[in-house]
């Protein structure tokens, strides 16, 4: 059955008017928390399509992407990120928005241990058709340009199902404004509400590169997931996907 327009119209009103709730109160929350030494930064960016942890939630169309970032030199630090997607009809949608709040403590070593927590929500214009949210905790460590981090949910996009993801991200640079960047990552399912045939352990990895232009940044990656799990829907989707974009720093 085809949706008339005004629906869909008003459904997207609806989850922007949410977007717009939530965002304002977590920057409000930002703003208020700390002193004037607290860094804050703002980018803009476009990507021809969204990929997370080796799958399209996008369904592989051009998303534009808004990222506000709050760190106090207390050690506390909070991040929010919107994502909008241009879908076939060339009309723009909301896709998701993530809230992303953690504590970091440099150590004498140079090591630098976090903490925190992540809360996640896409609409119905992703990939898994339905509006879902989930909740993750996460811990890592960090050194140089080495990173890793193991995220904890109990109900990664549906109810009763636990995962834990553990990732290791690193980068480089090899010349002056050029950087190189690798991440590979492992979805476990720890608990499932239905068969485990549903969830098996999914990897995921990605290559990329990036030149800075003055406050522009030139992105290009490789991405490389797994088809047919059931995390995000259960259109399969691409496994593999070459993705370029830019930011801008505000």
Not at 51 to 61: A, I, K, P, V
Not at 77 to 82: E, L, N
Not at 114 to 133: I, L, N, P
Not at 142 to 161: A, C, D, K, Q, V
Request: with cysteine; aromatic share 12%.
């Amino acid at each position: 059955m085809t949706v008339p327009a005004t629906s869909r119209t008003c459904r997207a009103r609806g989850s922007l008017t949410k977007i717009a709730a939530y965002s304002a109160v977590f920057l409000s929350f930002c703003c208020a928390a700390g002193p004037a030494a607290a860094e804050i930064g703002a980018t803009v960016s476009i990507f021809s399509d969204d990929r997370f942890r080796g799958y399209s939630l996008s369904r592989g169309r051009p998303v534009g992407i808004f990222d506000f970032a709050y760190d106090d030199p207390s050690g506390f630090y909070a991040d929010v990120s919107g994502t909008g997607v241009l879908q076939r009809n060339a009309e723009p949608a909301p896709l998701g928005l993530q809230l992303n709040a953690g504590y970091a403590k440099r150590l004498r070593s140079g090591t630098t241990l976090d903490f925190g927590v992540v809360r996640s929500s896409y609409s119905h214009y992703s990939r898994a058709e339905a509006a879902t949210s989930y909740t993750e905790v996460y811990a890592g460590i960090s050194r140089g340009g080495l990173s890793s981090r193991i995220f904890l949910s109990p109900h990664y996009s549906e109810t009763g199902l636990w995962t834990a993801y553990g990732e290791i991200n690193g980068t480089i640079s090899p010349a002056p404004k050029w950087s190189l960047d690798g991440h590979v990552g492992m979805l476990v399912p720890l608990k499932t509400p239905r068969s485990n045939e549903h969830y098996r352990t999914a990897f995921d990895w990605r290559l990329g590169v990036t030149r800075e232009l003055g406050p522009i940044s030139l992105h290009i990656t490789w991405n490389q997931g797994e088809r047919g799990r059931a995390y995000y829907g259960n259109r399969a989707g691409r496994p593999r996907a070459l993705v370029v974009g830019a930011s801008l720093a505000l």
